[in-house]
């Protein structure tokens, strides 16, 4: 299958950032941040590593550059960062080759990095993958069988590929690890479980996605030692989802008149 859909709520997201980063403002992060082609020579060498032997730093990189690709828009931050950890680097280097033929059973996910692909169908059509695009399997053991065949378009096609198995269990490991909150039925606030350090005594659940209104409301509830940065965050993006400032000045006055919540405004 191509293009995985994911994402059916209509709820807003505040942007994902690593909670305990260091050494935001490194000069050198910035300048390589700066210069693109750089940034990729850095990506591909992460890449070419044995995902035994990626480090850290080498995850952190990946993650950089992974969450600006169209496959990963809709993934939380710890599942990009765990198919980051997996994934491993394919290129075809002439155009025309073919990649998969119409039948062929899949074993694993993949997204195009460079380059592009079209797939002719048995009915004639044909569709066109480039640069961001996935394809391959869903998050299930069950086998499933290519549609159609894929060939290269342009040489130098490259692609990362997560192989079934990892694919499977990293998405229904985060499934596993939601927490939904409901209100008169209705999904209001989405939250996942993360454990920060392997000893796990910093663990709880971070603010994924909600709607404008409980997001806000969020502001003056307790919030997880995981999930510190929730108050900044808000304030840095809450014009995205809020028409006016003016509804978070009169939810402040509405809570400071609230002796119950004062202290918290």
């Known amino acids: ?5 994911a994402g059916d709520m209509d709820l807003s997201g505040l942007p994902e950032t690593a909670v305990d980063s260091e050494d935001d403002d490194d000069e050198e992060d910035i300048e390589r941040a700066s210069d ?3 940034s990729r020579d850095i990506v591909r060498d992460c890449l ?4 035994i032997d990626r480090t850290d730093d080498d995850i952190e990189q990946l993650l ?3 969450h600006q690709l169209p496959a990963f828009a809709n993934m939380t931050m710890s599942v990009r960062r765990e198919l980051c950890a997996v994934m491993v680097f394919a290129v075809v280097e ?3 080759t073919i990649v998969l033929n119409d039948g062929e059973e899949l074993d694993s996910w993949s997204v195009i990095l460079n380059g592009s692909v079209e797939v002719t169908y048995v009915d004639g059509r044909t569709e066109i993958l480039c640069m961001g695009n996935s394809f391959g399997v869903s998050p299930t053991m069950e086998k499933e069988y290519m549609k159609g065949v894929m060939r290269t378009k342009v040489d130098d096609c490259q692609f990362v590929c997560i192989a079934q198995q990892d694919y499977c269990r990293i998405l229904n490991q985060v499934e596993k690890n939601m927490q939904k909150v409901e209100e008169e039925g209705e999904i209001v606030m989405v939250k996942e479980h993360r454990e920060l350090d392997r000893t796990g005594t910093r663990k709880g659940h971070i603010v994924i996605k909600g709607t404008a209104e409980r997001l806000t409301m ?3 509830e ?3 030692v995981v999930d510190p940065t929730f108050i900044e965050d808000f304030l840095l993006t809450y014009r995205t989802f809020l028409s006016s400032p003016m509804e978070v000045g009169k939810k402040l006055l509405e809570w400071f008149n609230d002796p119950s919540l004062r202290d918290k405004v």
């Open 1 to 5: 299958a191509t293009e995985s859909e």
């Open 36 to 38: 693109p082609l750089m």
């Open 94 to 96: 002439r155009a025309g």
């Open 222 to 224: 307790e919030h997880s």
């Open 48 to 51: 070419e590593k044995d995902p």
């Open 218 to 220: 969020h502001l003056v």
């Open 64 to 66: 950089e550059f992974m």
